[in-house]
């Protein structure tokens, strides 16, 4: 063990590897000093031999910095054995040492040091001199570090590399006066695994003891370092981490984003194809100039042209039955002649053969299985005009959108907001916006894009007027949430002259689509549309400043999901909706007289002044009642909206007519009517509404309603029916109405 306390060559000189006499292995105890000198002399090897002469007390200088261990302690014992000045420090404080308990490090068999560092034995603070400043001590250890190899090693503490100096190539420092004195020998039964690092922390334990609080502080700091050192891992593992899954993340989102693409340009491609094979089956739009306008007329397709020609010959057919039929008549007649007589008709004559009877026979049951074909062939003709109908209204509607969409400058699926939205395809086209199918990134979800655009030649009125449209119906709809009304998730602007509002998307169609779809529906699924918009409307009353929507129609109302019939609905578009603050009974003003659509608006929205109240939504619901099982409105069909102000239609809409057919129940009808109530102090209100009996249980059918289920037109089809051969999408022009 080698220990380098500075300014303590007396200590060094009893820490330095040095046979203990007490524990020599082969010294015999109970001998004479002079004697066990000797034989440790022999033990030790040269100069040790008594016979040798006596030599003077050597005073130290810089000769005995060649010399080895021996020979420093052979200087200090005389050969009488008088103990040197120095061997007499030494001794003494060894002995000294000894009665405190401590071994000499020569002790093999004693601890060693390092164990008494780690003991923290207070006796060795004795050792290194209590009264002393603790200066750092550094031990070198053989067995982590290499005896003697590091000298200088970088990282090494510089008090180690001192301290090698101290016991190796550094022994000629001429400075030192220990090394003046000692030669140190590094072998690893002096060494010791302890380190710099234990080294210190046994200095801060060597530390006067500390007082309690003291303690206590010294044990949170280290506790808060632990803790700081164990954040900063974690905090270091946990930004690599996050990094990892911010890459992973960004990878799945290209792969989205390309799944997506191929997915949409598969639809696309399709849609396109089905458009273009249906344009010469069904039809297409052609552009024609009129005036100083274009405007798109529809011309029908083949099937159209070959549906003219079925009825053609159907009614040829027809016409050849009845003349069939009128030769009948006519032979039955002339062969009856003037009242035949009872004897011959029992006898018959010979001008008057059984034969034309039997001819009349046969030719009546031609004529009746002629007629039971053609009136097959009329039903067959019905169904076909009915689907081809459809057919071409879906056609149509493609057209429009792929049309739109060829024009649109989302055509190509440019992202939107940093690229957390996807513009997938154009859903549909309204008067100042274009509603797209697209994929929020960050949602996870499909969402409706509503891009608004705003046209560079408004004048300034007209453009707040639209901003502060838009900007209510983001305010309003930003705070509703309810299963069927339609979320509002975000709004951003894309540039000047837009923003988008993102909405949630509904994979249906609209209700005014599917009823031109189907006409009509039956009362059962007409109730639950009506059930689901109350509900929604209920809501909008509870809240602390209710909302009128003003604009409820089947065009605002999506449906949820595909197919033949009507599942869940969602209301949209609160464009027009007014909040009610502090509104009386009389209800609030109405600012923005003349919007809205005028079917499905009360009277007192045509009057001077107007005040509304929420009862403006319950006549729009009866009126979609109404047209949702009849499949007209009840008010204004077929009529133009400038027709409507100018005839004043709703004004006059005092009594609501029901047709034959369908059949619906009375509650249904009793319910409308109540709805349709001419004056909006006696029309019931939205609560009032969502308790009605008809609402809160469906009416027992009677056995006639089962009987006859109700037909999808409401006039029964002719004979040979009107529209037969004359079908003609209405014209649609390129201004959008
Ligand atoms: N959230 C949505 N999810 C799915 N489709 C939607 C959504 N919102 C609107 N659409 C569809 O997008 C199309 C255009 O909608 P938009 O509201 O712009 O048209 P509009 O009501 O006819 O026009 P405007 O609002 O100018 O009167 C319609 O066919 C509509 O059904």
Redesign the pocket.
Known sequence: MNTLVEGDEQLETWNVTRPSKETTPNAPKGLDPQKREMLEARFVGKNSSPLQPAMPPRKLDSDSKSLGLHEFSDNSVSQDGVLSPAGAVVDRKRRRLEMDGVKSPGNRSGRKISEYFKSNNPQLDNVNGSSRKPEPVLVYSDSQDGAGANNGRPGMHPQDSMFMRAGGSSANDSNSSFHSNTSCTLDSSCQTVVTAGDLRRLEESRMPPPSESSQLVVELRRTIENLQNQYKQRETEFTRELEQERHRYSECQKELKTLLLEKVERFSKESRERCNNNKLRLGQYNTVRSGAHYQEDWVNGYAFREHKQRVERFKQNKESLENGQKLLRQKRKMMNGPTPKKENKRAPTDATPVIDQQELHEMEEILKIKAAALKKEELDIQTEIEKLQQECQLHM?ESKRIQAENNSRFKDNPTLKNGRYLLLHL?????????H?AYDFDGQRY??C?VHQLASEWKDEKRANYLKHAVREYDIQKSLNHPHI?SLYDVFEIDQMSFCTV????????L??YLKQHKSVREQEARCIIMQIVSALRYLNLKKNPVIHY?LKP??I?LVGKGDFIGSL?I??F?LSKIMENSHDGGMELTSQGAGTYWYLPPECFTESPKISSKVDVWSIGVIFYQCLYGKKPFGNNMAQDAILKFNTILKAKEVEFPVSPKISQEAKTFIRKCLSYRADLRVDVLQLSEDPYLKQPPKRTKSEKMHPPVQQEAPPSPIPQSLGTFLPPVVTSS?S
Do not use: P, Q, W, Y
């Open positions: 509607r859903i549909g086209k309204g008067g100042f916006s274009e509603v199918k969402v409706a509503k339609v909405l949630e998307f509904c994979d249906g169609n609209d005014d689509f604009d065009g605002n999506l969602k949209t578009d464009g959008h």
